[in-house]
C-alpha cells in the first residue's frame, strides 16, 4: 500500500468523519449547542479541503496511484453519509433526501464498477453535471450542520448589520443537490443503456 502527502490526506478525511459525529454525542454540559454546530460545520470545512488539496497535490506532486483512486472516492462518500445521517437524526434533512443521495451514490458506483469491468468505464466518467451537483451537497452540508444565521458584519465590527440566514440556504442547495442527484443518475444510465441492453441480449 503506497504511503505519501495525498493519501495522508485522504486518510486524515476520514479520520474527521468520527469528529462531525461524535460532536453531536457530547453533553450539553461541555458544548451548548451553537458551539456543536460550529465545530461540525468546521470540521466538515477542513475535511472537504482535504478532499481538493490531495487531488491537487497528487497531480502536482506526481503521485497519483491506484489505491489513491480508489481510497478518495471512498472517504467522499463515507463523509457525505455519515453527515446526512446526522443531520437526519436531528431532523433538520429529510429522510427520503438522504435516500435519494446516498442511493445514487451508491448506484452509479455500482454502475462503474460494472463499466470497468467490460471496458467502457469512459463512458460513465464524472462530468460537470455530477460536478455540479457535488458543490451544491458540499456548500450545503455544512451549512446544515451550523444550521443558524451567520454574522459576516462582526468580522469588520458592523455586528447585526446583516446576518445570512444559513440554515434556509442550506435547506434550498441540499434540495437543488438532490434533484441533481436524480438528473444526474439518469443522464449516467443513458450513456451507460446501450451497454447494459446488450449484455441483457447475451443473458
Known amino acids: 500500500m503506497p504511503f505519501n502527502l495525498p493519501i495522508f490526506l485522504t486518510w486524515l478525511r476520514i479520520v474527521l468523519i468520527p469528529l462531525i459525529v461524535g460532536v453531536f454525542y457530547l453533553p450539553d454540559g461541555l458544548l451548548g449547542p451553537s458551539s456543536k454546530n460550529g465545530i461540525a460545520c468546521a470540521v466538515f470545512i477542513l475535511a472537504a479541503l482535504t478532499d481538493w488539496f490531495d487531488g491537487y497535490l497528487a497531480r502536482k506532486l506526481h503521485q497519483t496511484s491506484a489505491f489513491g483512486a480508489f481510497l478518495d472516492p471512498v472517504a467522499d462518500k463515507l463523509m457525505v453519509t455519515a453527515s446526512l445521517l446526522v443531520l437526519v437524526h436531528l431532523a433538520r434533512l429529510d429522510a427520503a433526501i438522504a435516500l435519494v443521495i446516498v442511493g445514487r451514490e451508491i448506484t452509479i458506483s455500482a454502475l462503474r464498477e460494472w463499466m470497468a469491468q467490460i471496458g467502457a468505464s469512459k463512458s460513465v466518467a464524472v462530468n460537470s453535471l455530477g460536478k455540479i451537483k457535488t458543490v451544491c451537497q458540499m456548500v450545503a452540508i455544512p451549512m446544515l450542520l451550523f444550521y443558524g444565521r451567520l454574522d459576516p458584519g462582526a468580522?469588520?465590527?458592523?455586528?447585526?448589520?446583516?446576518?445570512?440566514?444559513?440554515?434556509?440556504?442550506?435547506?434550498?442547495?441540499?434540495y437543488l443537490a438532490a434533484f441533481l442527484t436524480i438528473w444526474s443518475m439518469l443522464y449516467y444510465m443513458k450513456l451507460a443503456w446501450p451497454q447494459i441492453r446488450e449484455r441483457t441480449r447475451e443473458v
Open 155 to 174: 468580522l469588520f465590527g458592523q455586528a447585526g448589520r446583516f446576518t445570512i440566514d444559513v440554515r434556509l440556504w442550506g435547506g434550498w442547495l441540499i
